[in-house]
């Protein structure tokens, strides 16, 4: 976060305040390293509780691998 202090006090020189594509940059940035960290599953502390993704995904495998063929939904084209 240091590089940001220095931009935007070398950015304050002359106005006062930073520039809007400046701020720009910078509400880009943030987006960019709460989605990474979010993907990461840094944001929120980790329940004990939770089971784990493959879990589910295992038991949706099992249920449609089990379900009659007829039952099964077709999936829509692509539209392109």
């Known amino acids: 976060m240091g590089q940001f202090h220095r931009s935007a006090r070398r950015d304050r020189k002359h106005t006062g305040r930073p520039d809007r594509s400046f701020r720009r940059r910078l509400l ?8 990474s960290k979010a993907f990461r ?15 589910p995904l295992n038991r949706v495998k099992a249920e ?16 392109e």
């Open 28 to 35: 880009d940035r943030l987006d960019q390293a709460i989605l």
């Open 64 to 79: 449609s691998a089990a379900a009659p063929a007829g039952a099964r939904r077709a999936r829509k084209p692509r539209a």
């Open 41 to 55: 599953g840094e944001l929120v502390s980790r329940d004990s509780a939770d089971e784990p993704a493959s879990v």
